[in-house]
């Protein structure tokens, strides 16, 4: 398979690139939403135009009422939606949450999956536990009890965590906090008795929540797959939350850069416009070269795990971690390179900067993913 | 789609041929140069196993296997190329053959060569029987190129070649030359004639030059009233392209030299080198693994970029100055790829000349590899290319 975009996805690219462009345009969601201060952080207006577009179902198998395509084009809408910043449950929904609820029964499909690709619903994944992405470690208990079981622990960073209707969860049922086995997804209803979330508007202005399980009583269908089963699934969810997030994070990158190419072709100062200047040209020259490398790793890992591939996991680290160091860039260089105008909040690039951070952390942050391909290369 | 049932077919044939055709021998990681035959009029195997797997490969068109058959290759598609490619990454082969006539004569005559020159000079090349070497750089023109003042006298039906050329590679063991001519002093850029001739013509001279590494891949090269004859053949001019316009095809095959100096070959072949220095070390510092390990996610995902650059040129897709950014990065990588080898060696990768360093190997290639950001085209000078032709910013 020939690493660029086929003509199908090519076609999936424009439909997508014009609707983020024209609907999720940063001035009509992001900073809309903001100002205004929604607790949900994003339109549901827009998202039942995601469901419209097929773009909620699309990593939805066809027999499930989705689309059926791949993270290849799953990649291409989170790209267009980092590039414009649009503000969604995509990620946590649509990509996150749908791969887990696939391995559900078809009690947990046929109640989840309708509402999630009409975009009626949101779904929310919630993994964390503390301040950073650990998945390894999973504190959260899940106790037999009667039929069903009893949810007791907290969970940090669950994306869309209030406005969600449903939370997969995962929670240990049995062994010690490290072991690999022992866990289980469970999907639960966002009005479940005993649960609290503590919403916390994050630095991008999206919503995240701290979540408090004291007691809550789930029945068995709530389970996602097997008991004891979950880590399988969870893997599956985070490698495909990563290379997803790492190809909003390439948007995200792309549309900061040429924001300052743009005005380094517009700026002027000692009577140049300062794109004339070599120090500058070197610098975005390198950031070209950065981004565009991060971007094939992207598509790349995005092939590998759509192929079945056993090397999709490191290749979604390796994605996850040139993203962030890519895109990182990008938004560093973005505000200086504008110098005093990109310290303002009406100027967009400030927003970029935002936004990656936000993403940065999401799913493990450049240390944590360069550690993993460390550790599954041996060293 | 019967298209992959066509490629599947093409693999498992593939996949039969170097079984039966790659020797053992020509499966192990190349060491040194003389791992790879580099043919010529000179040359000479190393080993049975090398004659043999270069005899079975020219007889099947794989030593050039993407140019078309009557110019002595296997006339392969694009992703049949790329499936060959990735079937002799599997099984560790060595090219059969190595030289600049495939990297850099050869796309520039198959783009700008008579038929009859292709004919001539690229069947050559295929068969490794002519050893080229090229003539650009000279004392007074490095980065600024354009200005070079070897100079062409036009004597009706041959010139006379008078100047200076540098950093000449393997100039010593090459038999041809394609050589930057100027032939016209008042027009900088139209004035330079693309020449090709022979390295053994009367006044030809060359002579190594010592590098930091101790070793001597580049030589001095120096023309002394050389008579080059304007035609080696009917349809055969001793030009590529036309007399005065030999600053295009420079330019054209200098994306090539750029493409293969950045190493990309696909990414097959691309693996962490995390765990080869924790071996060489013992023990890792944590600071050095974690540079080990952000170097490995620069090199693995700079290995998704040059196959995917690769697929995008085959199709047209790739920025036509792209080769410039793949250059780039490819080379700054692989000087910090030598920068981690020297660390995680420690003391011994200092020896300069031990039988347990292999000669220095480490050392001198950790020295070799700071000339692969200056030849071809220095990162500053590649920097201001991408500013101006991929990013258009102005007066770049």
Same mark, same amino acid.
């Given at each position: 398979?020939?690493?660029?975009?086929?003509?199908?996805?090519?076609?999936?690219?424009?439909?997508?690139?014009?609707?983020?462009?024209?609907?999720?345009?940063?001035?009509?969601? /992001?900073?809309?939403?903001?100002?205004?201060?929604?607790?949900?952080?994003?339109?549901?207006?827009?998202?039942?135009?995601?469901?419209?577009?097929?773009?909620?179902?699309?990593?939805?198998?066809?027999?499930?009422?989705?689309?059926?395509?791949?993270?290849?084009?799953?990649?291409?809408?989170?790209?267009?939606?980092?590039?414009?910043?649009?503000?969604?449950?995509?990620?946590?929904?649509?990509?996150?949450?749908?791969?887990?609820?696939?391995?559900?029964?078809?009690?947990?499909?046929?109640?989840?999956?309708?509402?999630?690709?009409?975009?009626?619903?949101?779904?929310?994944?919630?993994?964390?536990?503390?301040?950073?992405?650990?998945?390894?470690?999973?504190?959260?208990?899940?106790?037999?009890?009667?039929?069903?079981?009893?949810?007791?622990?907290?969970?940090?960073?669950?994306?869309?965590?209030?406005?969600?209707?449903?939370?997969?969860?995962?929670?240990?049922?049995?062994?010690?906090?490290?072991?690999?086995?022992?866990?289980?997804?469970?999907?639960?209803?966002?009005?479940?008795?005993?649960?609290?979330?503590?919403?916390?508007?994050?630095?991008?202005?999206?919503?995240?929540?701290?979540?408090?399980?004291?007691?809550?009583?789930?029945?068995?269908?709530?389970?996602?797959?097997?008991?004891?089963?979950?880590?399988?699934? /969870?893997?599956?969810?985070?490698?495909?939350?990563?290379?997803?997030?790492?190809?909003?994070?390439?948007?995200?990158?792309?549309?900061?850069?040429?924001?300052?190419?743009?005005? /380094?072709?517009?700026?002027?100062?000692?009577?140049?416009?300062?794109?004339?200047?070599?120090?500058?040209?070197?610098?975005?020259?390198?950031?070209?070269?950065?981004?565009?490398?991060?971007?094939?790793?992207?598509?790349?890992?995005?092939?590998?795990?759509?192929?079945?591939?056993?090397?999709?996991?490191?290749?979604?680290?390796?994605?996850?971690?040139?993203?962030?160091?890519?895109?990182?860039?990008?938004?560093?260089?973005?505000?200086?390179?504008?110098?005093?105008?990109?310290?303002?909040?009406?100027?967009?690039?400030?927003?970029?900067?935002?936004?990656?951070?936000?993403?940065?952390?999401?799913?493990?942050?450049?240390?944590?993913?360069?550690?993993?391909?460390?550790?599954?290369?041996?060293? | 789609?019967?298209?992959?049932?066509?490629?599947?077919?093409?693999?498992?044939?593939?996949?039969?041929?170097?079984?039966?055709?790659?020797?053992?021998?020509?499966?192990?990681?190349?060491?040194?140069?003389?791992?790879?035959?580099?043919?010529?009029?000179?040359?000479?195997?190393?080993?049975?196993?090398?004659?043999?797997?270069?005899?079975?490969?020219?007889?099947?068109?794989?030593?050039?296997?993407? +140019?078309?058959?009557?110019?002595?290759?296997?006339?392969?598609?694009?992703?049949?190329?790329?499936?060959?490619?990735?079937?002799?990454?599997?099984?560790?082969?060595?090219?059969?053959?190595?030289?600049?006539?495939?990297?850099?004569?050869?796309?520039?005559?198959?783009?700008?060569?008579?038929?009859?020159?292709?004919?001539?000079?690229?069947?050559?090349?295929?068969?490794?029987?002519?050893?080229?070497?090229?003539?650009?750089?000279?004392?007074?023109?490095?980065?600024?190129?354009?200005?070079?003042?070897?100079?062409?006298?036009?004597?009706?039906?041959?010139?006379?070649?008078?100047?200076?050329?540098? +950093?000449?590679?393997?100039?010593?063991?090459?038999?041809?030359?394609?050589?930057?001519?100027?032939?016209?002093?008042?027009?900088?850029?139209?004035?330079?004639?693309?020449?090709?001739?022979?390295?053994?013509?009367?006044?030809?001279?060359?002579?190594?030059?010592?590098?930091?590494?101790?070793?001597?891949?580049?030589?001095?090269?120096?023309?002394?009233?050389?008579?080059?004859?304007?035609?080696?053949?009917?349809?055969?001019?001793?030009?590529?392209?036309?007399?005065?316009?030999?600053?295009?095809?420079?330019?054209?095959?200098?994306?090539?030299?750029?493409?293969?100096?950045?190493?990309?070959?696909?990414?097959?072949?691309?693996?962490?080198?995390?765990?080869?220095?924790?071996?060489?070390?013992?023990?890792?510092?944590?600071?050095?693994?974690?540079?080990?390990?952000?170097?490995?996610?620069?090199?693995?995902?700079?290995?998704?970029?040059?196959?995917?650059?690769?697929?995008?040129?085959?199709?047209?897709?790739?920025?036509?100055?792209?080769?410039?950014?793949?250059?780039?990065?490819?080379?700054?990588?692989?000087?910090?790829?030598?920068?981690?080898?020297?660390?995680?060696?420690?003391?011994?990768?200092?020896? +300069?000349?031990?039988?347990?360093?292999?000669?220095?190997?480490?050392?001198?290639?950790?020295?070799?590899?700071?000339?692969?950001?200056?030849?071809?085209?220095?990162?500053?000078?590649?920097?201001?290319?991408?500013?101006?032709?991929?990013?258009?910013?102005?007066?770049?």
């Amino acid at each position: 398979m020939p690493l660029y975009h086929d003509d199908d996805q090519a076609m999936l690219a424009d439909s997508a690139s014009q609707f983020m462009r024209e609907e999720g345009a940063i001035a009509k969601q /992001l900073r809309h939403w903001r100002d205004k201060d929604c607790k949900d952080g994003f339109g549901h207006e827009l998202w039942k135009q995601f469901g419209e577009m097929g773009f909620t179902g699309i990593l939805v198998g066809e027999d499930d009422g989705g689309l059926g395509m791949g993270h290849v084009e799953a990649g291409i809408v989170l790209e267009e939606i980092g590039r414009n910043l649009t503000p969604s449950p995509f990620l946590a929904s649509s990509v996150l949450a749908a791969t887990a609820l696939q391995h559900g029964g078809d009690e947990v499909r046929g109640r989840y999956l309708p509402g999630l690709i009409s975009g009626d619903s949101v779904f929310a994944v919630a993994i964390d536990e503390g301040a950073k992405h650990r998945p390894e470690t999973i504190r959260t208990k899940a106790e037999k009890s009667g039929n069903g079981f009893k949810l007791s622990g907290r969970k940090d960073f669950v994306v869309h965590g209030a406005s969600a209707d449903m939370i997969v969860v995962a929670a240990r049922t049995s062994g010690s906090d490290d072991d690999k086995d022992g866990i289980t997804l469970f999907a639960v209803p966002k009005d479940a008795a005993n649960m609290s979330h503590d919403a916390v508007r994050l630095v991008d202005s999206s919503m995240a929540t701290h979540t408090t399980f004291d007691g809550v009583e789930l029945d068995g269908d709530a389970v996602i797959g097997e008991v004891d089963g979950g880590r399988e699934i /969870l893997d599956k969810v985070l490698v495909a939350g990563r290379v997803g997030s790492a190809a909003e994070g390439i948007g995200v990158a792309r549309g900061a850069m040429d924001m300052t190419v743009d005005y /380094l072709k517009q700026r002027k100062q000692f009577g140049k416009l300062i794109g004339e200047f070599q120090a500058l040209q070197h610098r975005a020259a390198h950031l070209y070269s950065e981004v565009e490398i991060a971007r094939a790793a992207v598509i790349k890992a995005a092939q590998l795990l759509d192929g079945g591939s056993d090397k999709a996991d490191l290749m979604a680290s390796v994605a996850k971690a040139k993203v962030a160091a890519a895109a990182g860039l990008a938004v560093r260089e973005g505000v200086q390179m504008h110098g005093g105008i990109g310290m303002t909040d009406e100027y967009d690039i400030g927003l970029y900067m935002k936004r990656d951070r936000a993403l940065q952390e999401f799913l493990g942050d450049r240390y944590y993913h360069a550690g993993r391909v460390a550790e599954m290369s041996g060293y | 789609m019967p298209e992959n049932a066509d490629l599947d077919a093409f693999r498992a044939e593939t996949r039969e041929w170097l079984e039966a055709n790659c020797p053992p021998e020509m499966r192990e990681p190349v060491r040194d140069e003389d791992d790879v035959y580099w043919g010529g009029r000179n040359a000479s195997f190393k080993n049975d196993a090398q004659k043999a797997w270069f005899e079975a490969c020219r007889d099947k068109g794989y030593t050039v296997p993407a +140019w078309p058959k009557e110019y002595g290759g296997a006339g392969l598609s694009p992703a049949e190329a790329k499936v060959l490619r990735q079937e002799m990454a599997a099984i560790n082969a060595r090219p059969p053959l190595s030289s600049f006539g495939i990297w850099m004569l050869g796309p520039a005559l198959l783009h700008f060569g008579t038929e009859e020159q292709k004919r001539h000079f690229l069947n050559q090349i295929a068969r490794g029987e002519i050893r080229w070497c090229q003539g650009y750089s000279e004392p007074g023109s490095g980065s600024d190129l354009v200005s070079l003042q070897t100079f062409g006298e036009d004597k009706g039906d041959h010139w006379v070649v008078n100047g200076q050329k540098i +950093w000449t590679s393997y100039a010593d063991n090459a038999d041809w030359i394609f050589c930057l001519v100027r032939t016209d002093k008042d027009d900088k850029y139209r004035g330079i004639t693309f020449m090709l001739f022979d390295m053994a013509s009367e006044g030809v001279s060359t002579k190594p030059i010592k590098l930091i590494s101790g070793n001597s891949p580049f030589c001095e090269t120096f023309f002394d009233d050389v008579k080059v004859p304007k035609s080696y053949g009917e349809g055969i001019p001793a030009q590529v392209g036309e007399v005065n316009r030999g600053w295009d095809v420079a330019k054209y095959l200098l994306g090539h030299e750029r493409e293969m100096i950045s190493g990309a070959d696909g990414g097959e072949r691309t693996s962490a080198i995390g765990a080869a220095m924790k071996r060489i070390a013992g023990e890792l510092d944590p600071v050095l693994r974690a540079e080990l390990a952000m170097f490995d996610v620069d090199a693995l995902a700079y290995a998704c970029m040059g196959e995917k650059f690769l697929d995008e040129i085959k199709v047209g897709k790739a920025h036509p100055a792209q080769p410039n950014m793949m250059k780039y990065a490819g080379t700054e990588l692989n000087k910090r790829r030598y920068e981690l080898m020297m660390a995680a060696g420690g003391s011994q990768a200092l020896e +300069w000349d031990s039988e347990e360093t292999g000669g220095g190997k480490t050392a001198r290639g950790w020295l070799r590899t700071k000339a692969n950001s200056i030849e071809g085209g220095t990162s500053e000078v590649m920097l201001n290319v991408i500013s101006k032709r991929i990013l258009e910013l102005p007066g770049a």
